[in-house]
């Protein structure tokens, strides 16, 4: 995928965050957790925690995704985030991009 592209998918994500962050009222102390999973997490962890967020990326998308994602929420990226790469994401079959509010449970 192009980078324009990439960055596109990534800014509508955010956008798509933001507008729920202010329909389910997120104060200053919520904040979104996003990770990288695979179809079994995806399934599990939205009907766990509400709101959840998902979309799907091809596999060679989805870093570069993700890594913007996580800058435009002034998120940094933790050890194991740095240390993915594409053969680590075909291992686990990453192919979600997810975002939960850890205090949200459902």
């Known amino acids: 995928m192009e980078i324009q592209t990439v960055e596109k998918e ?3 994500y955010v956008y798509d965050l933001m507008n729920e ?4 009222g ?4 919520d904040k979104w ?3 990288m999973v695979n ?3 995806n399934l599990r962890l939205r009907k766990d925690y509400y709101p959840a967020i998902s979309s799907k990326i091809d596999p060679e998308d989805i870093l570069a995704v993700f890594h913007f994602v996580k800058s435009a929420l002034q ?6 985030e740095l240390e993915l790469n594409e053969h680590t994401i ?3 079959e990453l192919q979600y991009i997810l975002a939960i509010n850890p205090n949200r449970f459902r």
């Open 26 to 29: 997120f104060g200053p102390n």
């Open 21 to 24: 962050a202010r329909e389910h």
């Open 90 to 92: 075909q291992q686990r």
């Open 75 to 80: 998120q940094p990226l933790s050890k194991d």
């Open 39 to 41: 179809e079994t997490d």
């Open 33 to 35: 957790r996003l990770s």
């Open 10 to 12: 990534a800014r509508t």
